[in-house]
């Protein structure tokens, strides 16, 4: 959910603008779920919010597959990624603990205070998935969980170490690395039936966006800036539609072969006024973790009124939060991020010119 990408100007993509509507995709997606509606839609055969989530991981999948290889140094790569994921997630935490549970508690604030669920929210910060705070939306339809939205952020995250691993092994076996990491995670989503519990979240709800995330990887690795084109593209997209009316049991299938190049495609096309959606900053981050717990307290506090109402309403108050969270938090993040990369970088090439140096007898005790 990162642009990790700096040779791809943010005013010369739609990148911004798809990972908004992915983000919104979300939201709508989980408006159905909260208020108990009933109905789930569905695009290409996967459930809306789940679908974007998928469009993150490709995204991800292919910047940050560029930026490892632009600048191939562990500890530059991590912190850019801790960088543009922690802050923004820690704050989200330290408002579901310090004012939205205290507000909205039915236990009392000294119960809620000495409940240890309270405490345990925390993790959150640890990338562990921690759902619940004492006595918070406990009458909502969809009970108790403050942000179910923070499973996908450990999954980003592994993605984020999975990549330097594959990305060191010979040139190649890049590629048949990246294709057996999304076939194993194809064949995963299958597979495991009984729910598989990994580090507060379900297995299962992981290996999907896996599968997306490697067909970014593999578009990064095969494929060149010129070779991504609209016209295919769109075909791609009106075929899938097609399958998942005609055949609805391959189109997904279909989706995880073909969507990563459709919409990396889409995504790198330059067009006017869309590419122009990032101008104000990039709140697709902050319009997707915060929008759960201002979509649970929009219930707890209104109850279930029209879904468009919600929609509308939840939409407008989380790219409040997300507009804010972009400006005090993530945006200076960011640019500690750029001098922190710099900077490490720099070392890094001074230790090598050192090491070259040292190798080729360049430098000699006399200096020459």
Known sequence: MSNSAPELSRRENNLDAIRVVAAVAVIVGHAFVLTNSGFQPRLLGIDLQTLGVDVF???????????????PHFASYLSARALRIFPALILVTLLSVGILGPALTSGGL??????????????????????FLPGVFDSN???GVVNGSLWSLPVEFACYL?????????????????????????????????????????????VEPWVFFAG??????VLDRTSF???PALVIVAALFAIGLLVPQASRIAAWITLPYALLSLGLASTPIVRRVSRYGDFSYGLYIYAFPVQ?????????????????AVITISAAFAAAS???VESPALRLKVRLERRLSSVNLRGLDTNLSHAHGIVGEDGR
């Not at 490709?58 to 910047?63: F, K, N, P, Q, V």
């Not at 809620?112 to 921690?130: A, C, G, H, M, S």
Request: aromatic share 16%; with cysteine.
């Open 229 to 231: 084109r609209v016209a």
């Open 141 to 143: 339809p969809y009970q």
């Open 326 to 328: 972009w400006y005090l």
């Open 216 to 221: 970014g990887m593999l578009c990064a690795l």
């Open 57 to 71: 991981f490709i995204i991800s999948g292919y910047l940050i597959t560029r930026s490892w290889a632009r600048r």
């Open 296 to 312: 649970q307290t929009f219930v707890a506090i209104f109850g279930v009124v029209l879904l468009p109402v919600n929609i509308v």
């Open 110 to 131: 000294g119960a809620y205070v000495r409940d240890p669920r309270t405490w345990e929210f925390l993790k959150n910060i640890l990338l562990q998935p921690t759902w």
């Open 162 to 206: 999975i990549v330097p691993i594959l990305m060191l092994l010979p040139g190649r076996w890049k590629i048949p690395a990246v294709v057996l990491f999304g076939l194993v995670s194809a064949i995963c989503v299958f597979a495991l039936s009984a729910p598989v519990f990994l580090y507060g979240f379900v297995l299962q709800q992981a």
